[in-house]
C-alpha cells in the first residue's frame, strides 16, 4: 500500500526497472514552473525549485541584482523606472541636446538602474560619460531616461563635485 502523501497527484510518479529485473513504482517531487513576472512574461535569472532547494544558493544565484530581480522583468522595469522618472518634470529647460553636459538623468538598465546621474561628457550620438549617484562610466543613451533638468558642471567633472551639484 502507497504512503498517504503518495496518494495525491502533487509527486511525479515514475516507473523504474530495478536490479532484479522487476518494474516498480516510485514517486519524485514534481519541479515548480519558473517564475512569472505580473505581466506574464518569464523571469530570467532566478532559480526553478522548492523551497529546500533555493535555500541552498547565494542571493546573487536566487535572483538578479537589479532593481525588482527577481520580481519584475527587465522591460517591465524599464517601464516602471522610466514612469517614476517622467513624474512631475517637464521638458528640458536648456536648447540643444537632451544628453548635453550637465543633463541629469536616471539609468534604467543594468545594476545602477533607478538611480540619478549626471552627463559628464558626450563621446557620440549613442554613448555619453555618466557620474553621480551610479558609478562613473560610460553609457547607452538608450539606458538612461533624461529629467529635463541641469546641473552646472564642467566637461569631464569628478564625482565629488557631480555630487555636489545633484544635492544642491
Known sequence: ?????????ARKRLQIRIPSGKS??????????????PSGRSLPGTVRGNA???????????????????????????????ARASEGFEAPTKTGSVYAVGAVCMKVAGRDAGKLCVV???????FVKVDGYTRPRKVNVNHL????????????????AVQAALSA
Open 1 to 9: 500500500m502507497t504512503l498517504g502523501a503518495n496518494r495525491s497527484r
Open 120 to 126: 559628464t561628457e558626450v563621446l557620440d550620438n549613442q
Open 52 to 82: 529546500n532547494t533555493i535555500a541552498k544558493y547565494s542571493k546573487t544565484q536566487r535572483r538578479p541584482s537589479r532593481p525588482y530581480g527577481g520580481v519584475l522583468s527587465s522591460p517591465v522595469m524599464r517601464e516602471v523606472l522610466r
Open 145 to 160: 531616461e533624461p529629467l529635463g533638468k541641469q546641473v552646472d558642471v564642467k566637461k569631464g567633472a569628478d564625482s565629488k
Open 24 to 37: 516498480v513504482l516510485r514517486y519524485r517531487e514534481k519541479k515548480p514552473g519558473s517564475a512569472t513576472c
